[in-house]
């Protein structure tokens, strides 16, 4: 007993760490619900376990893969290790081109068929048989999943895959997006399949630290895959629709102005005296003008567009919004943000809008800086706010400190959101501290943190 129960505290501080918000309560929670249900079977202790520490969907892969990592579907070699057509003298995993042309057969029959068991078993045999490398020391192994995609290659399956599902009638679109959606999905089956084998060799705690991505809100900006931005996308106008609803709730909270207290006072006549009711004066609403100043070279552009993002889904929280880019030169691209535009066309606007403004080939802040104040000076005034969006990495050329202090001397407020994490501030061509002591530097590097960035500064 004491070591499921290390097993389950385990299982939720390596939720935590991966940004899951797991709280004592919840934790009660899932003992309870786990006492109330069956385990003998796997798939129901995991609905147990999601239903009461999961709270959005965005983080539900990082679960599932931080349950099968702890909580293993199988041990040892599973299935792989008992199939009659293994060579026993080859440790009972056969890898050759009779093999694999055998087992890419049977995988296309598997996926074409939608088989989710036998798609699970061959995962496991995938792994077995192709993806074996040695490990770093005397007796250790290791498990890689790149290595059996690439032995295998069942991408190259994808045809075969669609001229089945066309026999059953589907159209050529739907059965090339169901077909790709299904290799996605034995993809997974055979990553899973990996961590679960280092797993058993190094530990859940290893793999936890090292394999598993955290959920999609606390992944980094810069680290995020094309499938990950994707995901961020559509995870951008749900986090624009509750921080709208929090702002307009707190802002009704605080709509009362100071006292009114000769109001005050009258009205208490009829009560002898006694202010049992208040009443105060009316408080003028504030809107203010926000100017956006993104770099949008090499992997902060990911940042910088998702935050653009934000702020065109929360418009109507400023009284005006006007947005510009730079590599080494400035360009305004206000004109994009288009009330109705779907976002996958913004950004496509947007990275042709930008695609000339390098004049020199490398970021120039300093430069992008002067441009700026030369060319859209009248941008900026005492209701607008400076938000500037960046890695503060200028290629060692000039920063034009002055240049800063002058327009953030013209604004409201000033802002930097910096998407590297703050122990690489500082480092190589990074002037982030020096620019920090002109404009408060705040580091952002994934969707949460702007989350917060955003609601603190409205």
Same mark, same amino acid.
């Given at each position: 007993m004491s070591g499921l129960v290390d097993r389950h505290i385990s299982f939720l501080e390596a939720l935590r760490a991966a940004g899951l918000s797991v709280s004592l309560a919840e934790d009660l929670d899932a003992i309870a619900a786990l006492q109330?249900?069956?385990?003998?079977? @796997?798939?129901?202790?995991?609905? +147990?376990?999601?239903?009461?520490?999961?709270?959005?969907?965005?983080?539900?892969? $990082?679960?599932?893969?931080?349950?099968?990592?702890?909580?293993?579907?199988?041990?040892g070699d599973g299935v792989a290790g008992q199939r009659d057509d293994d060579d026993p003298a080859d440790g009972g995993v056969r890898d050759n081109a009779e093999a694999l042309a055998a087992f890419r057969?049977?995988?296309?029959?598997?996926?074409?068929?939608?088989? !989710?068991?036998?798609? %699970?078993?061959?995962?496991?045999?995938?792994?077995?048989?192709? +993806?074996?490398?040695? +490990?770093?020391g005397p007796g250790l192994s290791s498990w890689s999943a790149y290595t059996a995609m690439q032995r295998v290659a069942p991408s190259e399956l994808v045809d075969k895959i669609v001229q089945a599902l066309m026999a059953e009638g589907r159209l050529d679109d739907e059965a090339r997006r169901e077909a790709g959606r299904r290799m996605g999905g034995f993809t997974a089956m055979v990553e899973a399949d990996a961590r679960r084998r280092i797993a058993e060799e190094k530990g859940p705690e290893h793999v936890a630290n090292v394999a598993i991505k955290p959920?999609?809100?606390?992944?980094?900006?810069?680290?995020?895959?094309? /499938?990950?931005?994707?995901?961020? @996308?559509?995870?951008?106008?749900?986090?624009? *629709?509750? %921080?709208?609803? *929090?702002?307009? !709730?707190?802002?009704?909270?605080? &709509? &009362?102005?100071?006292?009114?207290?000769? *109001?005050?006072?009258?009205? /208490?006549? /009829? $009560?002898g005296g006694v202010p049992l009711t208040t009443h105060h004066k009316p408080k003028r609403p504030h809107r203010t003008e926000l100017v956006v100043l993104c770099d949008v070279s090499g992997s902060v552009a990911n940042f910088a567009q998702f935050t653009l993002l934000l702020v065109y889904a929360l418009r109507d929280q400023f009284e005006k919004v006007r947005a510009f880019t730079f590599i080494d030169h400035v360009h305004e691209v206000t004109e994009h943000f288009v009330p109705g535009a779907d976002p996958a066309d913004v950004l496509t606007e947007l990275a042709a809008a930008t695609s000339h403004a390098?004049?020199? +080939?490398? $970021?120039?802040?300093? *430069?992008?800086?002067?441009?700026? #104040? #030369?060319n859209h000076a009248d941008a900026l005034g005492p209701k607008s706010s400076l938000l500037i969006l960046g890695d503060a990495r200028s290629n060692y050329s000039d920063l034009h400190l002055d240049v800063l202090k002058r327009l953030a001397g013209s604004a409201r407020h000033a802002w930097w959101l910096n998407p590297e994490h703050r122990r690489h501030w500082d480092t190589g061509d990074s002037a982030a501290t020096k620019y920090g002591e002109v404009v408060p530097m705040v580091e952002c590097r994934n969707l949460t943190q702007l989350g917060e960035f955003v609601h603190d500064i409205l």
């Open positions: 109330a249900l069956p385990w003998d079977d @796997r798939s129901v202790v995991q609905a +147990g376990y999601a239903a009461t520490l999961v709270k959005k969907q965005t983080q539900r892969p $990082t679960f599932d893969a931080l349950f099968d990592v702890y909580f293993p579907r199988m041990v057969d049977e995988l296309a029959d598997a996926l074409a068929e939608g088989d !989710q068991q036998a798609m %699970l078993e061959m995962a496991a045999e995938m792994i077995a048989r192709f +993806g074996a490398m040695p +490990g770093r959920s999609i809100d606390r992944l980094d900006f810069t680290a995020a895959r094309r /499938s990950d931005l994707e995901q961020m @996308r559509r995870e951008i106008y749900p986090l624009a *629709r509750r %921080l709208a609803t *929090r702002l307009t !709730q707190e802002h009704h909270a605080r &709509r &009362r102005g100071p006292l009114d207290f000769r *109001r005050t006072v009258r009205a /208490s006549m /009829s $009560t390098a004049l020199w +080939g490398r $970021t120039n802040y300093g *430069r992008a800086l002067v441009k700026f #104040e #030369e």
